[in-house]
Structure formats: C-alpha cells, structure tokens
C-alpha cells in the first residue's frame, strides 16, 4: 500500500497549468527509468521489509510478505510527516490506504468508507466502531503522538469479529524500547491569516524502561497528555467555513508493563474528549448557485456537540507457554457522541411544544467490554505448520437518546458475541497457505419500547434475535524466488449487524415485535482477491484486483431527512495500485490509483442497477508524493491527491427522492518540511498549498445534502511546530 502523505483537495480551474500532471510526468518517467536499472539490482526485500510485521490480520506476528490479502502498516514516521500538516486522522487514512474514502474534515465520519463499506477501527485491538448504531462519529478517539503504527487490512476480515466488513484499521500505540528516560514536548501554531482561524497544540510526553537486574524484573510506562483547539478557518475564496469541525480536543494517555521471564503484563488506559464549536452558528448556503454554508458568531439554543471516549485494556502475553504464544486482553470502552441540535422535524412532539418549536440534540452511548485471546503454536506436528486458535467475546450495549427533552430514540441494544476461530498456516519454500475459520455465535436483545410522536408512538415488543455464522479465509502466498516477485490469492468473509438502531428507531407499523423484524438478519460479505507484488532493489510495485458481495446487505436510503434501511444485495469491484521508487538516495517517489465500483439493488430482488452512492463509496483517486532529503537533519516532502468527478444514479429515485449525485472532483497539493537543530526539531506544513476552492465529497456528492450541509474545504494553511526531545 501507499505511504504518500495525504493531501486536500480543490475544484479544477482548467485555465491554469496543472501540477499533478507534472508530478505525474515526473514519477512516471522515474519509475520507467528504474525497470531497467533494476536489473542488476539485489531484488531481494531489504531486511526492514523483511521483519515488517502485521498482527491484526493474522492474530500473530507475521512478515508482510506472508500475509495473502492487501494489508500495510503506517509507520509512525509516516504519521509524524502527515500530522506537520493536519491533525485530522481521516485525512491521514486517505492518503496512505488506497481504498479509503476523502476525508470530511468534520468531526462525522459518514461517507468514510473503506472500498464501499465501513471499517473496523481499533485501538490496540479495542473497538472503536458501534455497528449497531452507527452515528459516523467514531473517527476521533486518540491524539496522533500516542500512535507507533497503524496496521490496516483492506477487505472482508474474519480476524478481529464483528463490522470488519470493509476491512480493519488497527491503531497501535507506543510502547518505550529503549532503556532510561525520555520526554518529549510538541508545540504547533497554525493559520490561515483570517479571522477565527488560528490553531494551536501543546504535548508532553514521558517515556520510560528500566534495565532488568538480578533484584528486580524489567517494567516501562509511558504517559501522554496534550490538548488542541482550532478556529473554523476559511475556505479558497477566505469564506468563513461550516461549524461541524473539530473545535478543541484533548487526550490523556497511560500504558505500563512488566516482564517476569517470557511473560508480559500490561495495563493501557485512553482518554479522550472532542468538542465542537458553542460561539458560532451556520449560514446556510446555496447548491444551486454554488455559494457553500458558512457560519458566523452566534449563541446555540442547544450544547454544543462533543465526543468523548474512555478506553482501557489489561493485556497478559507468555511467549513459551506449551511451545506457543499465547496472548489474553480484557477490555473496556465507553463512548458518547452528541450530535448539533436544532428544530429538527423527527424530534417534533406536540405533547411537550408546538409543532416547529421544540429544539431537540441525539447522542449515541456505546458502552463495551470484552476479551480476546489466542494461541500460536509454530511447527505443530511438522516443520512449516502453524496453529492459531482462540476464543472472542464482545458484550456490547448501544442507545440513543435526545439529550435536551430525555426521550429515547434508540433503546438500548444489548449485544453479545461468542467466536471461537482457528487458522492454519503451512510455510513451504515459496509457497504459504493459509485457511481458517470462526464460529461466530451472536445475540441481541432489545426491551419493549415506544419509537418517537414522529414515527406514531407505535409500541415495538421487545425480543430477542440469535445468529450463528461461521465465517471462512482461505489464501496463499507465491513468491517467485530472488526476483522480487510475488502474487498472492485470497477469499475473506466478514461478518457483521446492521444498524440495529436505525432499524428499530423508525418502525411505523403496530404490533410489531423485534422478533418479527427479518431486517436484524446479520451482514455477511465475502471477498475475492489477486494480486501481486514485487521489491527491486530501489522500487516496490503492488496490485490487486478485488470482488466483495453480501446477499443481504445494509444499505440507508434517506428521504426528506429520514434514514431508512433496505436488505439488498450489494456488489463491489476495486482495483488498486502502488509504486514507490528511490531516485537516489535524497529523493523518493510514490504513487497510488485506487478505482471502485459498488452496485446494489432498488429493493430485494431486483437487479444490481443502483451504484452506491457517496455515504457507501469514495470516488476514484490518484495519489503522488516526492520525498527529498538533501541532508540527515532535513527533509521535505509534495503530496498531490486528485479525486475524480463522478456522476451515479442519475434519473433514480426511491418514491419521490432523487438518487443522483454529482461530484466536481479535486486536486490539492500539501507541502511539508522538518529539519533539526540543536534546539529541538522544527517543523513546517502548509495544507492545500495552492490556497484551491474546492467542495468535499461527501457533502457536494451526497444525494440528501441540503443548504445547510453544503460544505467547501479548508483553504491554505500554514501549520509551524516544534518538538525537543532530551
């Protein structure tokens, strides 16, 4: 996969020279060049490839070269380049995973999609998504200086359990390696040279690893704490922006360990609060002329929106405990969204005020616990075989409720699931193959309740609904000798609920029981994929080509403001394509084309005619990147992210609702440098460099967008930071 840095995006101006073409040009001929200097290069894996590891894929280490499927790891220095010029993590996702949507810009993460499905986010193995009641809110849940890696397998994953339907992206955080004390302290100013659109962050962080001795056994702790807050900046044009962004946000980390022999015990706790803005309201803008929504100083009649999430883990691992690794984590994760508030037309009630005058906010509540283990056995019974197997168990509780009158939209989903998995993994020469199973045992419980005035009052028996699913991997990995060649085939099925609360919150009819709702049946997603790779001595090329299909799908149709959920089949093909080449030894090129194509159905048992529109899938994209660094203590870096227009659905419609959408496209270049000093490392980014208007996708594309949701992206701005570490 890709690891160019991210970059926003703006609308074509055909009148000026473009500089993605350049770029292109320039990577293109840079790459050709290198087909025939390879040739007598060492094609060999250098031996940083070759100890890349990825565990959320396998439940066990494991090179990157023996994992079947498109997987990748964002290292921590692609983070730290990224984060020079935005904190945002989306946008960090889409710039380094082929397959992942634009990023919003927004604290909503709806439309973020991994190769037209959601995504199982993960915090050191800890779910961070609420398939049950999805809000798009679960993109913002740690600060980026706790990160060490992210591990991202694209795709349908059985590894990790429930909503891994699209893939898994798995924040890992750091962990001191080395003996002693360090601590680092961040400062960043940012600015867009208008008003309110100033920003700022402050980190500390501490670090220490203690040496083991005869009278005491080695143990490391690291602590984090660091805040941020931002204006609502301007778009291209010096337009005030939209208000539904990042405000402030702060975040408190802890993780410490001891090691007694080939034992480890270790405690994570995560804290972490995002607010939105409480001075500012919305100016509603104009599709049909083009004129975005802004926003201006103003009080809200409502609390401002918000995410907090608590996080923590008890981990204990034995690397030799009956010749394996076994490793056990016990969990816990609570989380809130408050989302803007307003006279909103569903929370109309004329019981409690007149119709059109009652104000009204949602806010989701997930609370989670559960536990996660497993064994790895190598060289069971004969050399080359390996042995995973273990035993999940997730116990999930999600509502939603209106926080200003105390209604219940969403009662209360209590979920539990049970997954006993095991993988078998055969390593011969060249050749890995693995298959594997998981035993997915699931229950939902929902007690009697009575769905909001605007869906009648009506009265809903509680039940309970079972699902089993046994969910099936099987692949392999060819590796075509010293040549640097490999190819890899892989058949991954996920398993996931659809969004139970959207379901349940929306039922019209009486003498309806959670029983009768055939709408619970569970998402199951099988994904097909090819693919090869190669590493040359300076270059690296990867593609894969990919066909995902659930028969019962989960797809929201939204009409006049209202979500409402269809079981159809859905279709997605995808191809996607990276290359990387070292020019020398100061300079080096990446790029990335990612191309997908959902389809699904106007209703059961219709044909698949309707493409998947903007909440579902990302538009096709092309990533490029120039890495320079003319010297150890400095280095630069130009990323272009080009999102092609799309058009999807023109002339559908659900009842009286058009299905069209229409996307402009964008182009954005970022711009980033750090260098070192004796004072500390300094560091400068400047985000959509060319200062382009542009609208983001979601917002521009979204068939359902309103004036009041007609969101332009951020305009140029120059983000100075510092770092001392001693």
Known sequence: MSFASRIPVARRRPARPSP?????????????????????????????????????????????????????????????????????????????????????????????????????????????????????????FADPMIVERIEVVSGASAAQGMGATGGIINTITRRPTKAGTQ?????????????????????YLLQHRSESSAQSQPWDVIFYAGALSQGTGVDGTGRPLATESLHRSADLFLKAGTEFGAQRLQLMVNGFNAEGFDDRVDVPGNRATGQPTTSAEGTLAWEPPRNRVRSASLDWTHDDLVGGRASVQLFKQDFHARYSGGVIATFQDASLAPVGTLVDQSEVVAK?????????????????????????????????????????????????????????????????VRGGLRDEHTRLQVDSYRTLAFYNNTLVTGGERRANQLVKSLGGVWRFGRSGWSAFAAYNEGFGPPDAGLILRAVRTANQSVTQLVDLQPIVVKNHEVGVNWRGGASTLSASVYRSRSELGSQ?????GIGTVQRVPIEVKGVEVTAEHRVDAQLKLNATYARTLGRTASAAGQPLTLMLGARSQGPDKLLLGAQWTPRSDWQAQLNASHYRPREANLGQVSGTTSLAERFSGYTVLDLSTRWQTASG?????????????YFTYYSEAHYA????????????????????DF
């Open 20 to 140: 993605l073409r350049l770029a292109a040009l320039t990577i293109a001929c840079a790459l050709a060049h290198q087909g025939a200097a390879a040739q007598g290069a060492d094609a060999r894996p250098s031996a940083q490839q070759l100890e890349a590891v990825l565990v959320t894929a396998t439940r066990g280490s494991k090179a990157l070269d023996r994992i079947p499927g498109a997987v990748g790891v964002i290292s921590r220095a692609d983070i730290e380049a990224q984060t020079l010029v935005s904190e945002d993590p989306s946008a960090l996702l889409a710039l380094q995973v082929p397959g992942y949507a634009p990023s919003r810009q927004k604290l909503s993460n709806f439309g973020e999609g991994l190769r037209g499905r959601n995504a199982l986010l993960l915090l050191d193995g800890i779910p961070q998504t609420n398939p049950l009641r999805f809000g798009g809110r679960e993109g913002y």
């Open 183 to 203: 601590q680092s302290v961040e400062v960043k100013l940012g600015s867009q040279f208008h008003s309110d659109s100033s920003s700022w962050k402050t980190g």
């Open 368 to 432: 989670k616990w559960g536990l996660r283990s497993s064994w790895v056995r190598p060289d069971l019974a004969l050399p080359g075989l390996e042995l995973t197997t273990g035993i999940d168990l997730l116990d999930d509780t999600s509502s939603q409720r209106l926080t200003q009158t105390g209604r219940t939209w969403v009662p209360p989903l209590h979920y539990r699931s049970l997954a006993p998995f095991v993988q078998l993994e055969y390593e011969a020469g060249p050749l890995t």
């Open 556 to 560: 929201i149709i939204v009409s006049n």
């Open 681 to 693: 490392q300094w560091g400068l980014g400047i985000e959509n460099l060319l200062d382009r208007r």
């Open 705 to 724: 967008g309103t004036n009041d949701d007609y969101y332009a992206g951020r305009g140029r701005t120059v983000t100075l930071s510092w770092r001392r």
